[in-house]
């Protein structure tokens, strides 16, 4: 008696032949010692496991129905100034959070230092010290003191506040009780909780933000390649969608050769469709060789 035994390599489907009928020096042995030695669980959901078999041709790409049935989306807002825009990001909760917080750390750290008036601020002196860093992130100077220097005098930054209360602000500014903060080696601690209650609601306020249909996203200026605990510079990530070359089922056997591809110049592409499945295997040069694989965008993508 035989059993079939299935394999699956580059799409292609094979089939083996193995006898289960036992030699017939073993009819004396007992059972117990013919009892098989369990595999194990790994062993047996590797065997266990199917995977789709890939009939990729080079046909035209079936129609694919992506039109968009998504929620209807809000009215745009329309006349609200840059100021508005803002606070739909920056609530005035948030803004009387670091005024409460501001104002609860500055008497600790006058104390500190043995001052006799601690420094205290005001909502709207908070707000001032927002726009003055959003608009000097805009007009750009070597140093911040020269926004209110008698040569380079900028009257938007140094009518509006006193470098003084600016520098102070800048000094003072808090978000969270520093009393309540965990330390390092405490299992819960946190290493944004200076910032915490800012940056969760921020975000939370992103949210709030209907996605639309499509999205674009471009590069990004990477400021440092510098490794700190909440962020890491990863160099050479695929970007979603794009598949190794070596990963592509068989489909690589039968697209045309990257050396070729780049002979063709860029812009050049080739691409070959699952007869079992709308998947669209498409190869495309641009700077260098894009593999990709979809079910919602075909070849046209690539024109």
């Known amino acids: 008696m035989y059993n079939t035994v299935k394999s699956y390599t580059n799409g292609l489907e094979e089939e083996a032949f193995e006898d289960d009928e036992p030699d017939s020096d073993t009819d004396d042995i007992p059972l117990a010692e013919l009892v098989p030695i369990p595999k194990s669980s790994t062993t047996n959901k590797n065997q266990s496991k199917e995977f789709h078999v890939y009939r990729w041709r080079k046909r035209t790409s079936p129609h694919i129905d992506s039109e968009y049935r998504g929620p209807t989306f809000s009215k745009p807002l329309v006349g609200l100034l840059p100021c508005d825009y803002f606070m739909l990001f920056v609530h005035k909760s948030m803004i009387d959070n670091c005024f409460e917080q501001t104002n609860l750390y500055a008497p600790q750290k006058a104390i500190a230092k043995g001052l006799s008036v601690p420094f205290t601020t005001?909502?709207?002196?908070?707000?001032?010290?927002?726009?003055?860093?959003?608009?000097?992130?805009?007009?750009?100077?070597?140093?911040?003191?020269?926004?209110?220097?008698?040569?380079?005098?900028?009257?938007?930054?140094?009518?509006?506040?006193?470098?003084?209360?600016?520098?102070?602000?800048?000094?003072?500014?808090?978000?969270?009780?520093?009393?309540?903060?965990?330390?390092?080696?405490?299992?819960?601690?946190?290493?944004?909780?200076?910032?915490r209650p800012f940056v969760d609601q921020l975000r939370q306020n992103c949210l709030k933000i209907e996605p639309e249909e499509k999205h674009s996203i471009d590069e990004m200026i990477i400021p440092t390649e510098a490794r700190w605990g909440i962020k890491q510079y990863i160099p050479r990530i695929f970007a979603p969608g794009t598949v190794h070359s070596n990963r592509l089922r068989g489909a690589e056997n039968l697209l045309i050769s990257e050396k070729d591809l780049k002979a063709k110049g860029r812009g050049s592409h080739d691409f070959i469709v699952d007869a079992n499945s709308t998947?669209?295997?498409?190869?495309?040069?641009?700077?260098?060789?894009?593999?990709?694989?979809?079910?919602?965008?075909?070849d046209d993508a690539a024109e």
């Open 122 to 195: 005001t909502t709207d002196s908070i707000e001032q010290f927002f726009g003055i860093l959003l608009f000097m992130g805009i007009t750009k100077f070597p140093s911040y003191r020269m926004y209110w220097a008698e040569e380079t005098r900028v009257s938007a930054v140094a009518d509006i506040m006193s470098r003084n209360d600016f520098e102070n602000l800048k000094s003072y500014m808090h978000f969270n009780d520093n009393s309540l903060m965990r330390k390092r080696e405490s299992d819960n601690y946190d290493p944004i909780y200076k910032a």
């Open 279 to 298: 998947l669209c295997a498409l190869r495309w040069l641009d700077i260098g060789v894009v593999n990709m694989v979809s079910n919602f965008l075909s």
